[in-house]
């Protein structure tokens, strides 16, 4: 059987982010590099503020460390937005080669992963990830606009208004290092639900964890960390459940994105957050200045996502799902 555990030789060089007023008054608030008091950035429309929160995020990760679009080799970028506009829009001024990417709320780990390959294999010095989601523009996109005021069923999650850039580069640049990889594979269990994305991305999300156990001959209380991005609170359940049934009890080390963001009473976000801006503002104001500092030592992230679109579940087709995994270790 073919090894499917990519080694990789890379580090976070930088990351920064930008999120929206309802992240920035949730838990993780004061750890967020930038906030945007109503969610405009500045312009007219909503896609558009997408597209300038990119460009503050990676904007935000290149001058901590005095670097400039020159320093970057290629940049992986995406969001939700239709034929990924956010991010074409937001980064075409940058004058760096660039891989427009979909992979729903996993974008950002699957940036993070091409990223960090051809770092590892010396393609170029240094890569840049960056993804993004904005509650407005999903909405007006998947459901309907927020202004017609629909309900929205205990399942749903809210789709989190930020955005994260990465740049990666060799293993001695960073603190943290990007030390392997299992791309996802596309899976359908048939879930139809449009309003329940944990139900339908956890079985791609268990499939990549129970293959990284037995490849790596690991288990989780290996690791310090293992965090998910975005089941929320639904998909956080069914997935220590799905996991116990393979025999690996996933313990209290494990937490996901969706539920870190948001305060699910006070917010009122019914099952947590989710987006391509969530996982990836997480994990870059929260996980790795933890990694940095040396509270975590070992981290798994498998970044989810819901490879659907309103025409395909209008049509009466179920959602498939992936699961894309890292795993970080702070030196």
């Known amino acids: 059987m073919a090894k499917e555990i990519i080694k990789l030789d890379a580090s976070f060089v930088s990351y920064g982010n930008a999120v929206g007023k309802k992240e920035y008054e949730g838990p993780l608030g004061a750890l967020f590099d930038i906030h945007d008091t109503d969610d405009r950035f500045g312009k007219d429309t909503w896609e558009s503020a997408e597209s300038e929160m990119q460009r503050v ?44 990417l979909y992979g729903a709320c996993s974008t950002c780990g699957e940036g993070i992963m091409l990223a960090s390959i051809l770092t590892t294999h010396k393609v170029f ?76 991305m956890t079985p791609a999300v268990c499939d990549t964890l129970v ?24 998909g956080h359940g069914i997935l220590k459940e799905f996991m116990s049934i393979e025999g690996y009890d996933l313990g209290d080390n494990y937490t996901d994105c969706g539920i870190l963001i948001f305060d699910k009473e006070r917010q009122d976000t019914h099952s947590g957050g989710s ?28 970044a989810s996502g819901a490879m659907m679109s309103p025409d395909m579940i209008k049509q009466g087709e179920s959602i498939p799902a992936i699961g894309h995994l890292l795993v970080f270790e702070s030196t």
């Open 275 to 302: 987006g391509c801006g969530c996982s990836a503002s997480v994990i870059s104001a929260y996980v790795l200045p933890e990694m940095e500092k040396g509270r975590i030592k070992r981290t798994i992230f498998v």
């Open 57 to 100: 995020a990676f904007n935000m990760a290149l001058n901590k460390k005095g670097l400039c679009f020159e320093d970057i080799g290629a940049l992986f970028a995406g969001d939700l937005l239709n034929q990924c506009v956010g991010s074409a829009y937001g980064l075409c001024g940058c004058n760096i080669p660039y891989f427009g």
């Open 125 to 200: 010095e240094r890569c840049a990830a960056v993804t993004s989601s904005h509650n407005c523009s999903a909405e007006r996109q998947y459901r309907t606009p927020i202004e017609y005021g629909s309900q929205r069923a205990p399942t749903s999650q809210w789709t989190v208004t930020g955005s994260g850039a990465f740049i990666i580069g060799d293993s001695d640049a960073g603190k943290v290092k990007i030390s392997a990889a299992m791309p996802g594979k596309v899976i359908d269990k048939g879930v139809n639900d449009a309003n329940n994305m944990g139900a339908a």
């Open 211 to 234: 293959r990284y156990f037995k490849e790596s001959n690991t288990r989780p209380e290996n690791y310090d960390l293992i965090i998910t991005g975005d089941l929320g609170y639904e």
